[in-house]
């Protein structure tokens, strides 16, 4: 049991940075989607290419997000091997991340609204 034990406190040591930089970038994707729905300016040329760098900045920052949350899944796959447990943790760290980064950007989007 210590072995495991150690072997998971190595496997989240390691994946600490990935973790963080996934976590931020989802924020970040997630928040470039609530913003391209919004209608900023008069005209329509205006409001398309707005939308368009939003979803480009979208899918740079989303894609970020699943590299590193795949690097966590590499870690944990080295230290604990290709066990379900293994797989277990990382799924279970990919749904917290995308959960709360969604979480966030819904947030502060309903505290904007509330403010107005």
């Avoid at 495991?4 to 406190?9: K, T």
């Avoid at 989802?26 to 290419?49: P, Y």
Wanted: aromatic share 16%.
């Amino acid at each position: 049991m210590n072995e495991f034990m150690e072997s998971l406190r190595l496997s989240f040591d390691c994946s600490i940075n990935y973790l963080t930089w996934a976590f931020f970038s989802l924020v970040t994707a997630f928040a470039f989607d609530r913003l391209s729905d919004m209608k900023r300016f008069k005209n329509r040329v205006g409001n398309c290419i707005s939308r368009l760098i939003c979803k480009a900045y979208f899918i740079v920052f989303f894609l970020i997000g699943v590299a590193n949350i795949n690097y966590i899944r590499e870690i944990f796959s080295f230290y604990l091997g290709s066990s379900i447990i293994s797989n277990t943790f990382w799924l279970l760290i990919m749904v917290v991340l995308v959960v709360n980064a969604g979480l966030v950007v819904i947030g502060i989007g309903d505290k904007k609204s509330k403010d107005l």
